[in-house]
Structure formats: C-alpha cells, structure tokens
C-alpha cells in the first residue's frame, strides 16, 4: 500500500515561531494537499500543489518531486493556528480519491 | 452556496440497525466521495463517484452501500451496522480530479459522528 509520512506527529511552539511541517510519499502523484482540521473537527483545503511553491498570507507550501517530498510552513505562528495539519496525494491516474497521513497535531501557546 | 452538506451531525445505533448519512452538494461537483477517520489513523476511502450514476469502491467499503442518481446527492447507506463502523465520517467534493489541478481542490462536509453500540 502506497504510504503518506507526515512529520512531527505532534508540535507544540510558542506564539511566533517559524512552524514547519514535512509529508514524503513512495510513488509518483498528480497532486498533492495540504489540509486543516479545526478542533471542532472540520476539515478545509489549504493548498494543493504538484510543483514549486505557494503562499497564502502566513501560510507557504512547497513541494519536491524528485525526493517526493513537501513541506507546509506557517511564519509568525498564533494560537489560531493550532488545529491539526493533514498532507494528501493523489497518485498519477488516481481518481479513486486520496491516501491521507495521520495528521501533525500543532499546538500554538501564548 | 451552502457547500457540502451532511446530516446528521450526531448518531447512536445498535448493531444491527441500519442508516443512510446524507451528503449534498451545490457547487455541481462531479467528483464525490466518502471518507472515515478514525483515531491514530488517515481518512480512509470508502466509496466515491465521478458523476451520477457512476460510483466504485475505495479502500474500505464493507459494510457500506452508496448510489448517485442525482450530481447533487451521494447518500452512504449502512446495511447492518457493527460496532467497527463506530467513526467519524467525511463527505467530499472536488470539481473533477482527473481533469485539471485547478479541478481537484477539495470540499468537506462537516462530518457525522457515528457510535455504534
């Protein structure tokens, strides 16, 4: 079974802390998403990429193809920011759906 | 637009019993999907369509029965519900993941939290 490695599993920093948040893959994908689960247990798509770099306002994601790699960042991190993070990927000709990681629980602290 | 929508939030059953968890959506997605998230573990694919009257089986799809006879709804029956099926359960839609990137952004329901005893 293709696997999705999210790391740290939990992260707790304080208010202000460059915050990053590493997912690896085994095999080619066509997409790859950054998701975010609020503690109320809803879930919103941050980002989905296939190359290169995004950014919205403090959030910014990147992703390596050649090491199969992504990296979500938050700069100046608040506490609003805790929740839990989830990388996705849609493997190549995959339109029977996502494989999701387990999720990084970040905790932001005054 | 209300996005996607599912009822109900909340459920208890007996093992046994069965139910549909209702899923809508507004945005004419053709591409939805069933998910369950369970502690320690990712969401899991339960079942998906890629337009009425078109659905498949995902990862984990025992137990559960899902039809699309409208672009609108996709409701996720259970036949006989046991306590493994006890989880928190995911409706999404994306435009269409297979056509573009732009496409495969992904919309999520609220969840309904199911027990069953």
């Known amino acids: 079974k293709n696997e999705v490695e999210q790391s740290p599993q939990n992260l707790t920093a304080q208010e202000g802390e460059f915050i990053t948040i590493n997912c690896s893959y085994s095999?080619?994908?066509?997409?790859l998403h950054w998701l975010q689960q609020h503690p109320g247990g809803g879930i919103v798509s941050l980002f989905m990429?296939?190359?290169g770099k995004k950014k919205h306002g403090r959030l910014i994601a990147t992703i390596n193809i050649q090491e199969k790699h992504s990296s979500l960042h938050i700069t100046a991190s608040h506490p609003r920011d805790s929740a839990v993070y989830i990388c996705?990927?849609?493997?190549?000709?995959?339109?029977?759906?996502?494989?999701f990681g387990k999720g990084t629980h970040l905790i932001i602290q005054p | 637009n209300a996005g996607v929508t599912q009822t109900p939030k909340f459920q208890v059953l007996k093992t046994g019993q069965s139910m549909t968890l209702q899923c809508a959506q507004d945005m004419n997605h053709e591409y939805m999907s069933w998910y369950r998230q369970d502690p320690g573990m990712g969401l899991r694919l339960i079942h998906y369509?890629?337009?009425?009257?078109?659905?498949d089986q995902g990862e984990v799809p025992n137990g559960y029965n899902v039809s699309r006879s409208t672009t609108e709804d996709f409701p996720l029956r259970l036949l006989s519900a046991a306590p493994s099926q006890t989880s928190v359960y995911f409706c999404?839609?994306?435009?269409?993941?297979?056509?573009?990137?732009?496409?495969?952004?992904?919309?999520f329901g609220p969840g309904t939290r199911l027990t069953v005893l």
């Open positions: 990429l296939s190359s």
């Open positions: 999404a839609s994306s435009p269409n993941p297979t056509r573009t990137q732009d496409t495969d952004t992904q919309y």
């Open positions: 095999v080619g994908i066509s997409a």
């Open positions: 369509s890629v337009g009425a009257g078109i659905t």
């Open positions: 996705a990927v849609r493997y190549r000709g995959g339109a029977d759906g996502l494989t």
